[in-house]
T-cell receptor
Framework: DTAVSQTPKYLVTQMGNDKSIKCEQN?????MYWYKQDSKKFLKIMFS???????INETVPNRFSPKSPDKAHLNLHINSLELGDSAVYFC??????????????FGPGTRLLVL | EDQVTQSPEALRLQEGESSSLNCSYT??????LFWYRQDPGKGPEFLFT???AGEEKEKERLKATLTKKESFLHITAPKPEDSATYLC?????????????FGAGTRLAVHP
């Protein structure tokens, strides 16, 4: 059983288009995240939701809008795609936001290429 | 500013040749340090969490250790299947939010 899944796995699109990436976790976790991994392989957090509430919102262009319909799903919508948005986007989830560090479990990634 | 630096950037080993990967960090109040393994085209896979200086964790040929300024991932008698990128991440600062700060990773290649 897949713990954290993402769709699509690959996404090739033209500049200026709008696209969405979906994430689902079946671990029963309360918190979900979006990370971006650029060409230099750095993983950087973008957003985090806890029980459908936005709790982390890094300095990300407002063309990126996360949405959490329920605590098992976190989607990422990107408007007016730019060349620099090309990257691998990872979804992750963790049990909660307790004082102790919670292990984050990652999905397989969505490879976005903007032409 | 919180920062994580991993070295070396790339490491090539012969099968059975033990070595260590380094993760040094400067953070305002470490709350946890994580090691992940990432295979090409896949998401990071959790290996270890370390919370305080002096702590050690082991799993098969891997052993992670933590001091106040750095962590080491020791690989004993590696096999070709240990080839991957190893990522270190820290969570620091106040609050209960699990914001991880990642290093750039060490690409490990183990040759038979």
């Amino acid at each position: 059983d897949t713990a954290v899944s993402q769709t699509p796995k690959y996404l090739v699109t033209q500049m200026g288009n709008d696209k969405s990436i979906k994430c689902e976790q079946n671990l029963g976790h309360d918190t979900m995240y979006w990370y971006k991994q650029d060409s230099k392989k750095f993983l950087k957090i973008m957003f985090s939701y806890n029980n459908k509430e936005l709790i982390i919102n890094e300095t990300v262009p407002n063309r990126f809008s996360p949405k959490s319909p329920d605590k098992a799903h976190l989607n990422l919508h990107i408007n007016s795609l730019e060349l620099g948005d090309s990257a691998v986007y990872f979804c992750a989830s963790s049990q909660g936001t307790s004082g102790r560090m919670e292990t984050q479990y990652f999905g397989p990634g969505t490879r976005l290429l903007v032409l | 500013e919180d920062q994580v630096t991993q070295s070396p950037e790339a490491l090539r080993l012969q099968e059975g040749e033990s070595s260590s990967l380094n993760c040094s960090y400067t953070v305002s109040g470490l709350r946890g340090l994580f090691w992940y393994r990432q295979d090409p085209g896949k998401g990071p896979e959790f290996l270890f969490t370390l919370y305080s200086a002096g702590e050690e964790k082991e799993k098969e040929r891997l052993k992670a250790t933590l001091t106040k300024k750095e962590s080491f991932l020791h690989i004993t008698a590696p096999k070709p299947e240990d080839s991957a990128t190893y990522l270190c991440a820290v969570q620091a600062g106040p609050g209960g939010y699990n914001k991880l700060i990642f290093g750039a990773g060490t690409r490990l290649a183990v040759h038979p």
